[in-house]
């Protein structure tokens, strides 16, 4: 029962720290983590796009502008000088096509402006928010800018088609007719698909053919941008004169295989998505805990090898694996690949999982995320699969044991930490429980060993149990993490809960407080008649005060050791006695009990107990406290000062 508490009340933690657990198991799974894999597009960046570069016809344009506010200025990079973007026909057409082929709205806050649909979320007052994909959001924002408002590019080109974006197809395509009557196909995708798909490019005003040398300064351009860290498109177009009738009746998979082909380049848009503040700080934080974070995403590898760097997940001399590589490489090269690589770009959800594959094949335990449908597979395959919860989909969600209501990698951190937490506070009310459960079973066997009246009776142990093994076992379990729980190795997913000495610690404590107790019931007899040597415990009044002595002695030992139970790693005067006010609260209501079982007549009367005197109280708490001075002696022997946050485990 205590540990289905103790692992509701961590989610609960969970929850207010945005990470949802939908399968319970996954909670001690989260402190045997040693590999997160992560998206990098929305969980280790923003997810807030916005146009800083362009290149089209020929020319290289730097966008100004803050946020998503459609305010802003086109730069000619080459001259330096402010341009009229509806007067440079190249850009005119890449931002064109690229509205077109987008169905994100601009949504102003303010009231005034471009504005579609509803409000979008996290539009606020005064203020300008993105409906729909973040990256098509930004496309908008830049074709405003220019002077090319999105709803009237809508009604001057009504859609007839449109076929939707897919991993493995990296690209979108929209097919729409003119208001002149002309039927165009516009495309927007990875730079490099969309390269391999045109043979014409938008050059000097007109349309010419895409020669060897024009495909290699696009690549080069693609590079320059990915290089800063810019997440980068390509978009491109293709009349369709006389080619539509009846292609209403084709499937998109058809359409796409009819028509996305033969298309005229018209440029690149490199966006910023800038990575999330807290996230640098979450991957140290993992690294420190020994757990490798790993990129995988599908953007350019000069891009996510930018980000990866900025972010600390790979040093300067990182490399970035394509999927492309990916496909030439056997199971075994792959396996041998994750050991030192931690960015993986240009990779499709196929890749994924065996990316997720490879590493558990080396022992390691995998947290992946993924949003799309697509990734559910290897979400599922994951030992820890992590969907997002804003931007994911129903089936990844159903496939994931665990989702982020932020879709922010820092959240996975923050709930290893719990996770770790978690498995920790089960382990401290197991040794305090145990413990204490054979500190009472050792109490009755040595009174019979030494064939001596009862030491407790029967109800006195119900009383022991009800007031000690409640509320401040329950109060461990709402412990909060250690100081050092994210400076430690990931535990074994295969150590067992009494590991690392926790058996040795669970008995020894358990034959203090036993022979503390039936040593109080003794001396408690002796001082009864202050007769050394003498033990009249035929006497009913001696025998009840010696149990009295023994019950009281048994909570208060029981109470101090809960307190030491707070950490395996520091003692009880390093963790101090109110960092947990919970079981500060709970020790109070069991002392609470116990007096009023002692000094209240009604209950002293059902519970077989005399009233204790300020010398028996000595006697009490002498020996309820043995336990824990001699385990503070024996580390200063040790040790020769205070036991430490140590990384490694405490040998106390």
Known sequence: AIVTVALALGVQRMIKRNAIVRKLQAVETLGCATVICSDKTGTLTKNEMMVRAAWAGGARYQVTGDGYSPKGDFMHVASGQAVRPLEEPGLVKALRSASVCSNAHLVDGGGGGTRRGSKAKGAKAGGWAVKGDPTEGALIVAATKAGLGPDELRKQMRRLMEIPFESERRRMSVIGRAEEGAVELHLKGAPDTVLELSTHIFLDGKVQPLTQALREQILAENDWMAGQALRVLGVAYRPLPGEWSGAHELTPDQASERYEQELVFLGLFGMIDPPRPEVKKAVAAASRAGIRTVMITGDHPATALAVARELGITGPEGRAVTGRELNAMSDDDLIEAVKTVKVFARVSPQHKLRIVRAFKSLGEIVAMTGDGVNDAPAVKEADIGVAMGRTGTDVTKEASAMVLSDDNFATIVAA??????????????????????????????????????????????LFVNLVTDGLPALALGIEPPEPDVMRRPPRRPDEGVFARRLGIKILGRGLLIGLGTISAFIVGAMTATMTPGLLPLQDPVVLERARTMALA????????????????????????????????????????????????????????????????????????????????????????????????????
């Open 416 to 461: 290893v930490e719990e996770g770790r937490g978690i498995y920790d506070n089960i382990r401290k009310f197991i040794r305090y429980l145990l413990s204490c459960n054979t500190g009472e079973v050792l109490t009755m066997f040595l009174g019979a060993l030494m064939r001596l009246p009862l030491p407790l009776l029967p109800i006195q142990i």
């Open 553 to 652: 002695t048994l909570v208060c030992a029981q109470l101090i050791h809960v307190f030491d139970c707070r950490s395996e790693r520091r003692n009880i005067f390093e963790n101090g006695l109110f960092g947990n006010p919970w079981l500060v609260g709970a020790v109070a209501s069991s002392l609470t009990a116990l007096l009023l079982a002692i000094y209240w007549t009604p209950l002293s009367a059902i519970f077989g107990t005399v009233a204790l005197t300020g010398r028996d109280w000595l006697v009490v708490l002498a020996f309820a406290s043995i336990g824990e001075i001699l385990v503070a002696v024996r580390r200063f022997l040790m040790f020769g000062r205070p036991m430490r946050v140590r990384q490694s485990t405490d040998e106390a």
